[in-house]
């Protein structure tokens, strides 16, 4: 193994594994169907419930390196578990370990100030609250974060917000209490990378408003509670200000580089999950004479899921093995490519287990169509496929250049 697991994280990993035979996966049903009676504006009982069970066997927030705050786990041992918990839709949020709050943490701890640590991070690593990060913009193509229009302009001892944001994460939810936002403060700068800022909002701030919960491939809630939210002259004070002005691209790279580990481990555990279905239902399966899983496709397709996963996760291992020991800025190739693989790899894999399952794929029963949504909304969230292989490419290129 090129990286084997230190023995913490065999015995956590042993201890997640039980934890999602007992609580998860005989709650998934409950959890889908929560989600689609409560809707995206509430919260769901079933997680309120499951969250202290795991808080108390130690299984809590295990993400967040190089802090005292967290299990203390490098980036290469949180991957291990990211994956088992990426089994499940509802997993991650049960172990305080969901996106985008892991995320927005992660800045706190970082970037945050003692004040904003007590206010804020100290709650969300509580699991007393939610938290959403307000970045894409429906005016323009933000897969280009230099085209953000949102505006962030000093007024005396406060800053004032204007702008309208969607696939807000977690907008919705009754329980989010801060938004970490990214606007321009400097947009006349010649450097377009240093236009940016992020700053907190309060979302009981005045002019702040969820205007509405969006679908993903239809579903509201699950996977995600993507949002619009539109900012109307909010008012903050200058103190919310993270870093300091024109450091918001500098801060995103420290955000999303970890955000894309998890991201993708999540994935490699949805496809092992994915792939088990599919063997499981070629083998229960008859047609024309004999089992679905003895029909040539079908073993090809079961090969090439082994392949494509077993590729994933040396990738994403060897990605988040570069962080732990060279950074997120030297390791931007090993990023970029496991940003572009992993979800490609996925909705592959999940195509090919909707048609072994035949009509029925295609239905909410299996939880191939929430896997799916999940796996394709990962090809655009934290940068489209595009802009990863562009960075690889020119990346490349740099090497050949006297």
């Known amino acids: 193994m090129l990286y084997p697991p230190s023995d913490r994280v065999i015995e956590l990993k042993r201890q997640l594994e039980r934890f999602m035979d007992?609580?998860?996966?005989?709650?998934?049903?409950?959890?889908?169907?929560?989600?689609?009676?409560?809707?995206?504006?509430?919260?769901?009982?079933?997680?309120?419930e499951l969250k202290p069970l795991a808080r108390a066997q130690g299984l809590w927030n295990l993400f967040l390196p190089e802090s005292d705050r967290g299990a203390g786990l490098t980036n290469l041992e949180y991957a291990t578990l990211c994956e088992v918990m990426g089994r499940s839709h509802l997993a991650p949020e049960i172990f305080n370990c969901n996106a985008p709050d892991t995320g927005n943490m992660e800045v706190l701890e970082r970037y945050g100030s003692e004040k904003d640590k007590e206010r804020w991070l100290k709650p969300l690593l509580a699991g007393e609250i939610r938290s959403c990060f307000a970045m894409t913009e429906p005016a323009v193509a933000s897969s280009d974060a230099t085209n953000i229009e949102s505006s962030i302009v000093r007024d005396g001892d406060e800053y004032v917000i204007n702008g309208r944001k969607w696939y807000t994460t977690n907008a919705t939810d009754p329980r989010c209490k801060i938004c970490i936002f990214m606007g321009k403060t400097d947009p006349d700068n010649p450097n377009r990378h240093k236009q940016q800022s992020m700053i907190l909002i309060p979302m009981d701030t005045p002019g702040v408003e969820v205007k509405r919960s969006l679908p993903v491939f239809g579903f509201y809630g699950v996977p995600d509670r993507a949002s619009e939210v539109i900012f109307t002259n909010v008012r903050v004070p200058k103190e919310n200000m993270l870093l300091g002005e024109g450091r918001g691209f500098e801060i995103a790279q420290g955000?999303?580089?970890?955000?894309?580990?998890?991201?993708?481990?999540?994935?490699?555990?949805?496809?092992?999950?994915?792939?088990?279905?599919?063997?499981?239902?070629?083998?229960?399966?008859?047609?024309?004479?004999?089992?679905?899983?003895?029909?040539?496709?079908?073993?090809?397709?079961?090969?090439?899921?082994?392949?494509?996963?077993?590729?994933?996760?040396?990738?994403?291992?060897?990605?988040?093995?570069?962080?732990?020991?060279?950074?997120?800025?030297v390791a931007k190739t090993e990023i970029a490519m496991i940003k572009v693989a992993v979800p490609n790899m996925a909705c592959q894999i999940i195509d090919w287990a909707i048609q072994a399952h035949g009509g029925g794929g295609t239905s909410n029963d299996f939880g191939l169509t929430q896997a799916y949504a999940t796996a394709r909304l990962l090809r655009l969230a934290d940068g489209p496929d595009e802009v990863h292989r562009n960075q690889i490419a020119r990346l490349e290129l740099k090497k050949y250049v006297n």
């Open 22 to 48: 007992e609580h998860i996966y005989p709650n998934e049903e409950r959890f889908y169907r929560e989600a689609e009676e409560l809707g995206p504006w509430k919260v769901y009982p079933v997680v309120e």
């Open 255 to 329: 955000r999303l580089g970890p955000g894309r580990i998890h991201h993708c481990m999540r994935l490699i555990g949805l496809s092992e999950r994915t792939l088990e279905k599919m063997c499981k239902r070629a083998m229960s399966r008859v047609a024309f004479g004999k089992a679905v899983s003895e029909q040539t496709v079908t073993q090809e397709r079961i090969a090439e899921a082994r392949i494509m996963i077993e590729q994933a996760r040396l990738l994403t291992l060897n990605a988040a093995h570069a962080m732990d020991t060279v950074g997120n800025k």
